[in-house]
Nanobody
Framework: VQLVESGGGLVQPGGSLRLSCTASEFTFSRFDMNWYRQAPGKERELVAAISGVDGRTYYADSVKGRFTISRDNAKNTLFLQMNSLESEDTAVYYC????????????????WGQGTQVTVTS
């Protein structure tokens, strides 16, 4: 299993970035996918999630209304559109796959990408 993030960088407050996570060597469409982030000195936190079963999404309160998670199963790619970025969004962002469901059967996994740095500064 490989998860490779891209799209991080340096942006000014109020700016936007779009993160991508390209998956390989597993059945991407069956997996629940997540974006986590970890800021210096802080614990890793869940930012957004999207179900592999029905596409339902979840957002942390801190990013609700500013971030959008989506997926393209045909391209095995997960996205995180980040708008109205704030300095508090500065962190390493990680792609995660944690549950595969096929019909009514689900199995737990815990796959991680290497992370991509997002820095919001003026």
């Amino acid at each position: 299993v490989q998860l490779v993030e891209s799209g991080g960088g340096l942006v000014q407050p109020g700016g936007s970035l779009r993160l991508s996570c390209t998956a390989s060597e597993f059945t991407f469409s069956r997996f629940d996918m997540n974006w986590y982030r970890q800021a210096p000195g802080k614990e890793r936190e869940l930012v957004a999630a999207i179900s592999g079963v029905d596409g339902r999404t979840y957002y942390a309160d801190s990013v609700k209304g500013r971030f959008t998670i989506s997926r393209d199963n045909a391209k095995n790619t997960l996205f995180l559109q980040m708008n109205s970025l704030e300095s508090e969004d500065t962190a390493v962002y990680y792609c995660n796959a944690d549950r595969e469901c096929s019909g009514y059967v689900c199995e737990e996994y815990d796959y991680w990408g290497q992370g991509t740095q997002v820095t919001v500064t003026s």
